[in-house]
């Protein structure tokens, strides 16, 4: 994730920001998706992959939701923290390719791109993701 600061006068460059690395794995995911920006500066996002979901192949998981919170001071590090963790199969959702939306009083709506297709394994992120 990262900001993109203006720049100070008409012309300027723009600054780059790294917020937070999506290092894959279970943990910490992979294709990260849009954020929407809470109270105080959070920012509420899914990640396609990671998580402690079943799906297994190219990444690992079969997705997430996370908050990442702002640095208590200038220059420190955002925090991140794993919200919900996508379980696919018969009850849930698999994969969510999307952004999210914040609704009152602070509820969190998104979509995935499957639900309840069955247990995910690598022959089903193959057929979903045209993975090799």
Known sequence: ??????????????????????????GDGAVPNGVAIGTGGVLY??????GTGSCTGPYVGSGKV??????ASHGGEWTEKVLY?????ASDG?????????????????????????????????VLWGAS
């Open 1 to 26: 994730m990262f900001s993109l600061t203006p720049p100070s006068s008409p012309g300027g460059a723009w600054t780059e920001t790294v917020l937070h690395s999506f290092a894959g794995g279970s």
């Open 45 to 50: 996002g899914t990640s396609g992959f990671g």
């Open 94 to 126: 698999l994969l969510p390719r999307a952004g999210l939306v914040i609704g009152p009083p602070g509820v969190l709506y998104g979509t995935t791109q499957y639900g309840r297709i069955g247990p995910c394994t690598a022959a089903t992120v193959e």
């Open 66 to 71: 996370f908050s990442l919170v702002p640095p």
């Open 85 to 89: 963790n996508f379980a696919g199969g």
